[in-house]
């Protein structure tokens, strides 16, 4: 367990990775929150919440996953031990990450809030490790990941080539590398942020570097034909929230109203699912809202937690003190919604 001081910067070794945390605020705070971020980003993406939610009484954590931000095998030993292992860079190994991460750092029951990726993983450690997780926050959570099915009986699973083990084939890792560099080039790398940020004007050079650097590791390459190649999770998305519906772990969504890729639609899915959720939406907000719109969610993410302290009694908050985020009841506004509820409606 960490119980150092009120700043940390941090480092321990998980499997063979150099596994890099913060955390800010007193580690004797009632209200601990564990963020976890989305693909290609790390622990800068919070840089925010680690000091504002600090500042209003919080102890407040963010880690890099494997793979990802500032987490990469030690040394050329680990690297080789990993081969040997045939390690996968998967969302399976990711749920264990932060699942040992909240027993043996954190050390204790803390609300869980995760960002695209780092959702899909904030949500399925709470399905599978619910004595770990006072509370759920999902900020955009993707939910699907991965391509080869888990199902070593399914057909596309034995026709799969490769199931993302290391090392990683030359077949794969040629053909990857010889776009490499164009994937993760400043530009490409801004133009994508632009595909789904709403307010460009959070995307700087700074931002854009800092998601650049993890890609300057040796073991990049390999980490992320690791990824794109590793089978699904072994428990469905559906099936997660089915577990949450049964249990009795606060829930809150805190979603950006116009990102394009994680639109409205799949958060009212998830509200439909787990119908006690509270469903926030911030406009203008795209597919990050921690880093596009800080104050807002901190602001709901503050409030919400007060609410669930205090044993969601009454009225969750109703938003955000700036009033760009509402608490609303997540029903179907367009045709594509209304569609799409209907469906479900009929089973």
């Avoid at 564990?34 to 790390?42: E, N, P, T």
């Avoid at 793979?67 to 998967?90: C, I, M, N, T």
């Amino acid at each position: 367990m960490d119980n150092g001081s009120s700043k940390k910067d941090a480092r321990y070794t998980w499997r063979g990775h150099d596994v890099h945390y913060e955390r800010s605020g007193d580690v004797n705070a009632a209200k601990h929150v564990v963020f976890l971020h989305g693909f290609g980003v790390g622990t800068f993406h919070y840089r925010a919440q680690l000091e504002e939610l600090a500042d209003a009484g919080a102890c407040v954590w963010a880690l890099d996953l494997c793979g990802q931000g500032d987490s990469w095998p030690r040394d050329d030993d680990a690297v080789k031990e990993l081969h040997a292992q045939g390690f996968q860079y998967s969302i399976d190994m990711w749920r264990d990450q932060v699942d040992d991460f909240l027993r043996d750092v954190v050390g204790r029951s803390s609300y869980v809030a995760g960002n695209s990726l780092g959702g899909y993983l904030a949500t399925y450690v709470s399905a599978t490790s619910p004595e770990l997780v006072r509370g759920l926050i999902l900020m955009n959570a993707t939910p699907f990941w991965a391509f080869v099915p888990n199902d070593e009986n399914s057909l596309g699973y034995r026709l799969a080539p490769w199931k993302g083990s290391l090392p990683v084939p030359k077949w794969v890792s040629t053909p990857f590398k010889a776009y490499w560099d164009s994937f993760r080039s400043a530009e490409n790398v801004s133009g994508l942020l632009g595909l789904v940020y709403a307010s460009k004007s959070r995307i700087d050079d700074d931002l854009v570097r800092r998601i650049i650097a993890p890609t300057d590791n040796p073991n990049a390459l390999s980490a992320f034909c690791s990824v794109v190649w590793s089978p699904k999770s072994k428990m469905s998305f559906d099936d997660m929230l089915t577990r949450l519906a049964a249990s009795d772990i606060p829930i809150a969504l805190v979603y950006g109203k116009e990102d394009p890729w994680v639109v409205p639609l799949w958060g009212q899915r998830l509200k439909r699912a787990v119908p006690r959720a509270d469903y926030y939406e911030i406009s203008p907000g795209g597919h990050c809202p921690a880093h596009e719109c800080p104050a807002s969610t901190n602001s709901i993410i503050d409030q919400w937690m007060t609410y669930c302290e205090a044993g969601c009694v009454g009225t969750p908050p109703s938003g955000s003190s700036d009033g760009s985020g509402r608490l609303i009841q997540g029903n179907p506004r367009n045709i594509f919604e209304k569609i799409d509820a209907f469906r479900a409606s009929m089973g």
